[in-house]
């Protein structure tokens, strides 16, 4: 099946801890998302990456870091500089226009 | 540093009953506009897109008309199920913004037996 997975699907983080969202995908994409959610908000852009070994930071990069070293592969750190880190996060690919999501990871930091 | 958003305002409709859900885009140079549908815990689905040199398309029971006029997008979902409850987002996106998608802020749809 082709598709992007992100897991895990549920994460718990202790205070101060950096933790490592993983997101994958099958669909031959070039670009590839990171969106935070909070309860009853919109998407807010993180990172994007438009080719490997390239990306860019979106409108909330603060206190979050990424890489692209695989076409497939944009993983999602969450650092101790982040002072609000639980939310909901998504990843996304795409070829052109449309942007596919994966099912997310909720983020808790207890 | 991180803005607090506004909560999602809310349509209610009956069931059977005609749905229609309006998104306002920002630029006008945009020239794709598309709608995504987000179940509770779930990552958002794409429901159906609109190229700019149209101003209507329809797909199955759902109809997206374009108003470059005003600036105005909307969603109409034929025949409201149960199933359809969902919040639902418009996205824009053009040359001009490297082609990212710019979100509106999503609509929250109830539908009551």
């Known amino acids: 099946d082709g598709g992007i997975t992100q897991s895990p699907k549920y994460l718990f983080r202790k205070e101060g801890q950096n933790v490592t969202l993983s997101c994958e995908q099958n669909?031959?994409?070039?670009?590839m998302y990171w969106y935070r959610q909070d309860p009853g908000q919109g998407l807010r852009l993180i990172y994007y990456?438009?080719?490997?070994?390239?990306?860019q930071k979106g409108d909330i990069a603060e206190g979050y870091s990424v890489s692209r070293e695989k076409k497939e592969s944009f993983p999602l750190t969450v650092t101790s500089a982040q002072k609000n880190p639980t939310a909901f996060y998504l990843c996304?690919?795409?070829?052109?226009?449309?942007?596919?999501f994966g099912p997310g990871t909720r983020l808790t930091v207890l | 540093g991180e803005s607090v958003g506004l909560h999602l305002p809310t349509l209610s409709v009956q069931e059977g009953d005609n749905s229609i859900i309006n998104c306002a885009y920002s630029?006008?140079?945009?020239?794709?506009f598309i709608w995504y549908k987000q179940e509770s815990g779930k990552g958002p689905q794409f429901i159906i897109d609109?190229?700019?040199n149209m101003d209507k398309r329809q797909g199955q029971r759902v109809t997206v008309l374009l108003n470059k006029t005003v600036k105005h997008l909307s969603l109409q979902i034929a025949a409201t199920q149960p199933g359809d409850s969902a919040v639902y987002f418009c996205?824009?996106?053009?040359?001009?913004?490297?082609?990212?998608?710019?979100w509106g802020l999503g609509t929250s749809l109830a539908v009551n037996p």
């Open positions: 669909l031959n994409h070039d670009a």
């Open positions: 990456s438009q080719i490997v070994n390239d990306f």
């Open positions: 630029n006008s140079a945009s020239d794709y």
């Open positions: 996205a824009e996106t053009g040359a001009g913004n490297n082609r990212k998608l710019i």
């Open positions: 996304a690919s795409s070829s052109i226009d449309e942007q596919f």
């Open positions: 609109i190229r700019s």
